[in-house]
Nanobody, 126 residues
Framework: QLHLIESGGGLVQSGGSLTLSCTASGSTMDSYGVGWFRQAPGKKREAVSCIAKDSSNIFYGRAALGRFTISRDNAKNTVYLQMNRLKPEDTAIYFC???????????????????WGQGTQVTVSS
């Protein structure tokens, strides 16, 4: 059983930056692909970015391209999402999720996740 905890969310002005962390416990993360997803009020959960277990493959959703960077440190059981040039439309709850078998394209494309964290709120003011 993999338990995921997100941290690093908060309130930031438009154009600012935040780094989110997703730390695993209960098991090691190095067998899992991990993704970041977000859900704004009244909207469906959407994929932001996914990273393969060995960082060999990365997927970015359209909103993340050129602004966000996903990375992982398996020794620390942690996946990061560096978010730059934040916009008010990035406001959402950000969740991390882990999946054992699928490619990052499937994880992100189909929001196919075995384990979810509780989420961290990101609010970008204009």
């Amino acid at each position: 059983q993999l338990h995921l905890i997100e941290s690093g969310g908060g309130l930031v002005q438009s154009g600012g930056s935040l780094t989110l962390s997703c730390t695993a416990s209960g098991s090691t993360m190095d067998s899992y692909g991990v993704g970041w997803f977000r859900q704004a009020p009244g909207k469906k959960r959407e994929a932001v970015s996914c990273i393969a277990k060995d960082s060999s493959n990365i997927f970015y959703g359209r909103a993340a391209l050129g602004r966000f960077t996903i990375s992982r440190d398996n020794a620390k059981n942690t996946v990061y999402l560096q978010m730059n040039r934040l916009k008010p439309e990035d406001t959402a709850i950000y969740f991390c999720g882990a999946e054992l078998r699928s490619s990052v394209q499937v994880m992100c494309g189909q929001v196919l996740i075995d384990y979810w964290g509780q989420g961290t709120q990101v609010t970008v003011s204009s």
